[in-house]
């Protein structure tokens, strides 16, 4: 008899919590996007650095080898506008199943935003200057230098709009390559959070990207227009 009772009490608490996740799943489909931001699992880690933009629109070399003969599954149709007015349009994607990581200053946490769920990039420019060049006196001294030369320094951050509306602001270090309309030339850019340009370069020979359309949803089917869908994790 007590074990009777021992094994319909072990039956009571399991029903108990399967209906207390059940209810869980239903509150997490339900939540407004705004407070899954807010609850969002904090990313401690930072994204790997992209080496600076050479000569040529800001392209860079293809150090993640993504660059295809053609544009991979999950690429986007959509526009990028640098900011020297270079407009670059053909289907766009990063490091296949890699979120673009953005520090969020306000939050002082990384956020992983899939580029499947952006439609609209801005860049903010934080900060622009022509720094001195120092350089170590020779190898091993703790002594500096002033080479007499001068290089430009950008830091930028970017808001990123997603196909709900929401929006994203902060510091991101990611490719950005683009099969290019037209010509299927194939371009490897890069979002920055700052970067160093060459010596003797000038603030004008500094290439970025300034905007970035894309086009539909990278969802598909998934019901975006709903606003409660999970759009940050």
Not at 5 to 20: D, E, F, K, P, S
Not at 93 to 112: M, N
Not at 113 to 122: T, Y
Not at 163 to 190: F, H, M, S
Request: charged share 25%; aromatic share 6%; proline share 3%.
């Amino acid at each position: 008899m007590e074990r009777h009772r021992l094994t319909n009490l072990g039956t009571a608490v399991w029903a108990v919590a399967g209906a207390m996740m059940l209810c869980g799943i239903v509150a997490r489909a339900d939540d407004d996007v705004s407070d899954l931001l807010g609850g969002a699992k904090t990313v401690t880690t930072a994204p790997a650095e992209v080496t600076g933009p050479g000569h040529g629109g800001g392209d860079v070399p293809d150090a993640l080898g993504t660059l295809t003969a053609k544009a991979p599954a999950g690429a986007r149709e959509g526009t990028v506008v640098l900011n020297d007015g270079t407009k670059i349009s053909g289907e766009i994607w990063t490091t296949l199943a890699t979120p673009l990581r953005v520090w969020v200053e306000a939050t002082k946490r990384y956020v992983d935003v899939d580029l499947s769920l952006v439609s609209r990039v801005e860049v903010k420019v934080l900060h622009e200057s022509m720094e001195d060049d120092w350089r170590w006196l020779k190898e091993g001294s703790d002594q500096k230098i002033f080479s007499g030369k001068k290089y430009p320094l950008v830091e930028l951050e970017y808001v990123f709009t997603l196909v709900n509306g929401q929006k994203v602001e902060g510091g991101v270090v990611a490719p950005i390559y683009v099969l290019e309309d037209g010509t299927g030339r194939k371009r490897a850019l890069a979002l920055y959070k700052k970067y160093k340009g060459k010596l003797d370069e000038t603030l004008k020979d500094v290439a970025y990207i300034k905007t970035m359309e894309l086009k539909g949803d990278g969802a598909k089917g998934e019901g975006l227009g709903s606003g409660k869908l999970p759009l940050i994790y």
